[in-house]
């Protein structure tokens, strides 16, 4: 007899209305239910029995606000989800359901009312998934932001907002406030150009910096920037692109710093620097002042005695060519005296001409072997493939051979003279781009140079030499020279193990 009234219960229904209950039964992972105008429930999935308190086990008589715990459970509640739904076409909250075994799950309810074609109620469609695990995500990501929030807001050395991607200021941190002094309500949704100078703003620097951070995936900088007071501070500035998963632009992060306090000691510094630099410089003139005046009236006063000696009419003690002589030797060394210091000023000029520094090396190999005496040995390495440069070749071959000479007086005991030659690219201030250089460098085994000393070395007149054994105007030749070649000089020295002097041609 059950079987029987089985049967003719299944046959009191439509094919319609036995497909949709075993669609709504056949959907896993929510409770899927559907309600009568009063919210009894009429109908609801199997997973329903799993997920629900209060709710019986052929899910059918109890009231939807059986699924909510106590806090929410109410007529008034549920009266509200069924009027909200019919009001606005749909209702959708969140609350904690629990279920019959477990913790409480926190579930996501999404209420639509059904209308037949005559548009009369007949029911509610409820879909109810747990969102346990994504509300947990979504605090541990809130928590996360608030936590970043609270750190930026707490750095006070850094002032760190953001910007949109035309330069519009988006949010302001205290440390913002601190070192700019605008308060954010009177910042956010300016541009940030506003702390600029009036003189980069006309030069574009706002975009540039913008252009270039995109460019090169970020943009440092130190320049001047203007407080709201009009004040200037030294800033450091960093901006950053900010991109989302799919490479859309964001905006900027910009990070500045008031370095003002390290940027004047820095120039304390310089000043410092170039104080001492004076002078050493006005102690230098000093020592030349000194023994120019002291060699040139040495040189006048041999030139006076053998004019008055020629104009007397006396007997002489030796024939007229002998004072002639006297006269024009001691003009030549009062010439070569003159050309030294020329050199040094970087004022002789220069007879240019492009030649190879190698052939120019081997030319001199036997004067500097006969320079070097048998003592001392010399060895030439030089690269096969160095570049010919465009300078004086007779002043080049004069500050090599100036070289070489210090370098044999620096080896009492004899030792090893090498000379090289080569191409080389490298930057020779800390500014300056790498470029192609000819470096010749002369280097010795001898007793190499003091720190103390080495400072001095290119001053004229400077020498650690006896008397009469130097004029002090070898080393300041050579630097003039390559200086005004549009070169440098580099030496390095080890007391006890030697020196190297590096001209760049």
Known sequence: MAHDTEASCTQGRSPERMFFEHAVHAVKGC????FEPNGQIRISNAHTHGFVAFVGEDDQGHPCSCSLKKSARSKRMSALA?????????????????????EPVWAHLVLSPVYDEAQSLLGYAACIHDSTARRAAEHAL???ERQFRMLVQGVRDYAIYMLDPQGCITNWNAGAALIKGYAADEIIGKHYSTFYTEEDRQRGEPQRALEMALRNNGFHNEAWRVRKDGTLFWASVVIDPIYDENGNLLGFAKITRDITERKRGEEKAARQRENHHQSQKLEALGRITGTVAHDFNNMLAIIRTAAEMLGSGMPLKHDADHYIRMITDTSERAANLTGQLLAFARQQPLRLEV????????GLRHVISTSLGSRNELVLDLADDVAFVESDPSQFETAILNLVINARDAMEEGGVVTITASNVRTA??????????????????????????????FEPF??????????????????????QSGGDIRVASTVGKGTAFTLYL
């Open 31 to 34: 409770v899927l239910a559907f």
């Open 82 to 102: 069924l009027k909200t739904a019919r009001a606005e076409g749909c209702f959708e909250a969140g609350g904690w359901l629990r279920p019959k075994s477990g």
């Open 142 to 144: 809130y928590n996360s």
């Open 355 to 362: 030649f190879s520094p190698t052939a120019r090396i081997e």
């Open 428 to 457: 020779l201030e800390e500014d300056d781009a790498a470029r192609e250089w000819v470096a010749s460098e002369v280097r010795d085994s001898g007793s190499g140079i003091a720190p103390q000393v080495l400072t001095h070395i």
């Open 462 to 483: 400077f020498t650690t030499k006896e008397v009469n054994q130097g004029t002090g105007l070898g080393l300041s030749q050579v630097y003039g020279y390559v200086k």
